[in-house]
């Protein structure tokens, strides 16, 4: 008994002590709420803080809606009817997953500027644009999954009603999928709210993109702070929302009777459906990537297939160092908080959600709060020696952590969430202990789940920009940050061999978690 009790302590102390550390540097940051500085909401409300929130929300709900409109009708398309390689072609459209946004804005931004010059292009709605083709798979893979699951009994038994195949999907299909809709419209909420790199390639002046101007134009890392503490506020209300909407209900309600068999399209509409999903590979993934393949082999013919820090290995070798470190971190904590979290009821639900709170801000506020958390570290000495952590890959993995630990986290917990209660209950009668039941049955059973946050956090880390630019170390160029460097001159040449390299580990990752999804896993509980 007293073993029990010490370990049950020891969980609950490991799980308060890890969620309060990877969620320190957003409490750093938010309460800098508590002393405002008046001055500075009154400068900016007299010129930018307008015009950012504005831009702010229409940007956010246009991609939203876009990304819903797009994600939900492919995702039907491909789960309701049949036509030729519909296979091949529901695997391809989670490819734009692969394709950061500020690739694809300045291959779009290039292309478009001839016929219509720079002036037009660099406009809210081409990067909205940009931002759906990019962010919709998150809408598609919940939606898919959950029209895949709903049977056909409920469809049948609209049909039988007199309700068409419109009626049926708007009245009956879609309802049922609501909760997934919810969840991937949350994710791409996340995205567009926490996104620098392709609004500033447009101009669009976002709350998010004032953050990094506050603070580099005036060096004040305290106003940006309060700026983002705003915009954090706005992402955890809406996550709220999101929550409310989905109630108790699952993401994916699952079928209990016959599986939905797509249904035959007539040569007209089979015609159309091809063309409709090869328009949009065509825009969203085949466009970029060509224009990339040609501006590598000019860049390559150039001689500018390097920078000043080295060539295309020193970048990629970084970006697999920090991407695998962080990604190893993520899902190791994210496996920890989870099964310490699963069975004690709306604490361990509190520590979970506290752990997630980085995936609401902004990069460059998680770089402050973790700069400002990992000082106060380096000052108490807790490491013997010179070692410091700021400055250093260890502190760089640790803000990457804070900011991706909720894409592990969800991932992971959805897995858990599969495993039959009666397995567990049965384990613990025959007196194992909590630890070897997750590492003998949970963790098992939840395999492809991990598969498949491990493959979402390393698409998502290969393609972080801000985090890395303002904490890596001296000698840590990552592919991102060529990226960046080339684009913000607007040397699209020379921007491609390190987008086109991003891209390609971007689809063995894509491989990677649709062969998990495949398997049964879950993005999201």
């Keep these: 008994m007293v073993t029990n009790r010490s370990s049950s302590a020891a969980g609950w102390l490991t799980m308060c002590v890890v969620a309060g550390l990877v ?29 950012m929130i504005s831009d702010t929300v229409t940007l956010l709900v ?11 009708g492919l995702a039907w398309l491909v789960t309701a009817y049949e036509f030729p390689a519909r296979r091949i072609i529901g695997w391809l459209l989670v490819a734009p997953l692969a394709v950061p946004g500020y690739v694809a804005g300045f291959v779009w931004l290039d292309t478009l500027s001839g016929p219509f010059g720079q002036r037009g292009v660099r406009s809210i709605w081409i990067c909205a644009a940009t ?10 893979l919940f939606a898919r999954a959950a029209f895949r699951s709903q049977g056909a ?43 620098v ?45 999101e929550r409310g909407l989905r109630g108790s209900a699952r ?53 500018t297939t390097a920078t000043v820090a080295g060539g295309l290995w020193h970048h990629a070798s970084s970006t697999l160092v920090v991407a695998g470190f962080a990604t190893v971190t993520c899902v190791a904590i994210g496996v920890v908080i989870a099964v310490l979290a699963r069975h004690r009821g709306g604490i361990g639900r509190i520590a979970t959600r506290v752990a997630s709170l980085g995936y609401a801000m902004p990069g460059p506020v998680v770089a402050v709060g973790a700069v400002i958390t990992l ?69 098992p059973a939840a395999r492809s789940a991990i598969v498949a946050a491990t493959a979402l956090l390393m698409i998502d880390l290969m393609k972080e920009l801000p985090i890395t630019l303002l904490l890596r170390p ?26 086109l390299a991003i891209v390609v580990v971007g689809m063995c990752a894509v491989g990677t978690l649709l062969a998990a999804l495949e398997r049964g896993a879950e993005l999201i509980s």
Excluded at 64 to 70: H, S
């Design 23 to 51: 969620a320190a540097p957003v409490v750093v940051i938010v309460s800098s709420i508590i002393d405002p500085t008046p001055s500075m909401w009154s400068d900016l409300w007299q010129t930018r803080l307008p015009g």
């Design 62 to 72: 246009t991609v939203v809606v876009g990304t819903l409109v797009l994600g939900t």
């Design 131 to 140: 931002l759906t083709l990019t962010l919709y798979p998150y809408v598609y």
């Design 153 to 195: 009994d409920s469809r049948d038994a609209a049909r039988t009603l007199g309700l068409g195949p419109v009626r049926t999907f708007l009245r009956v299909s879609l309802p049922m999928a609501r909760p997934a809709l919810a969840a991937g419209a949350a994710l791409v909420t996340m995205e567009v709210l926490t996104d």
């Design 197 to 241: 790199g392709t609004v500033r390639l447009f101009n669009v002046s976002t709350v998010a993109d004032g953050v990094l101007r506050v603070w580099f134009s005036t060096g004040n890392r305290d106003a940006a702070a309060e700026l983002a503490t705003a915009l954090v506020v706005t992402a955890v209300g809406l996550i709220a929302i």
């Design 251 to 303: 993401y994916n309600i699952r079928a209990t009777g016959r599986p939905m068999s797509a249904s035959r399209l007539g040569p007209r509409s089979r015609v159309g459906a091809l063309a409709a999903v090869t328009a949009v590979l065509a825009v969203a993934v085949a466009v970029p990537i060509v224009r990339l393949v040609v501006w590598s082999f000019e860049s390559r013919r150039a001689g």
């Design 375 to 443: 000082a106060a570290f380096d000052r108490a000495g807790f490491v013997p020696g010179r070692f410091v952590f700021v400055g250093s890959v260890v502190g760089l993995v640790f803000a990457l952590t804070v900011r991706f630990l909720a894409v592990g986290l969800q991932g992971i917990e959805s897995g858990l969430e599969r495993v039959p209660p009666a397995a567990v209950a049965s384990a613990r009668t025959l007196g194992a202990r909590p630890a070897r039941v997750a590492w003998s049955v949970e963790l």
């Design 474 to 499: 001296f000698g840590v160029d990552t592919l991102a940050v060529w990226v960046w460097q080339a684009t913000s001159e607007s040397m699209w040449t020379q921007a491609a061999v390190p987008s």
